[in-house]
């Protein structure tokens, strides 16, 4: 069975974004972003919310044209786009990009999709994070902690009646400073 994979950026103090929703803060430098391309190439499908998938689909489609792109956003843009995408909203109506629309996220439904052949899948937002978590949809976190303190924003993990234990799987210092947490639930 494939394993759904929350793979996100924090701040040191916890944050997922700033107080207006910055994500100026992420220190993505060649290595870092060379080792996001090998481990999401490999992936079945991404799974999003709406923000993030609006922030993706305004970059990434196009992101390789840019004479300035340097060959590890090259070579994302084209994951990207080839990449099944599913993205869990009630407002949004239609999505390019190989993407397709869900409502909500009802767990026999993510059950079913996990059972499918093919890669992993990259679970991104935090709010979507949140509902996958309640449920129990998670696999594994890998949780890639920027060697900042951003002071307020949004928290990636909201507060919770209900511990989820973990087990750690592994970690990976980059040369900019940014830790990976891999964990397994």
């Known amino acids: 069975m494939r394993k759904i994979i929350l793979a996100l950026q924090v701040s040191l103090d916890g944050f997922f974004e700033g107080p207006n929703g910055e994500i100026d803060w992420h220190t993505v ?8 391309n090998e481990q999401l190439a490999s992936m079945g499908a991404f799974l999003d919310g709406r923000v993030t ?16 792109s340097t ?4 070579e994302f843009a084209k994951i990207w786009r080839d990449m099944p995408k599913i993205v869990y909203s009630r407002t949004l109506e239609r999505a390019g990009w190989n993407t397709t629309v869900v409502r909500d996220v009802v767990a026999d439904q993510v059950l079913a999709l996990k059972s499918q052949p093919g890669g992993d899948m990259a679970l991104g937002g935090a709010d979507l994070a ?6 129990g949809l998670i696999d594994e976190y890998w949780i890639y902690v920027h060697p900042v303190l951003i002071g307020r924003g949004k928290p990636l993990f909201k507060a919770s009646d209900d511990g989820t234990a973990l087990t750690l799987a592994g970690t990976r210092a980059f040369g900019n400073g940014v830790v990976l947490l891999r964990y397994a639930s």
């Not at 998938?53 to 990434?60: G, R």
């Not at 060959?71 to 090259?74: D, H, I, L």
């Open 53 to 68: 998938y609006e922030l993706m689909a305004d970059f990434w489609p196009t992101a390789d044209q840019d004479p300035s």
């Open 29 to 36: 430098d060649e290595e870092l972003h060379s080792h996001f």
């Open 130 to 135: 949140d509902t996958f978590r309640r449920l």
């Open 71 to 74: 060959p590890a956003v090259v």
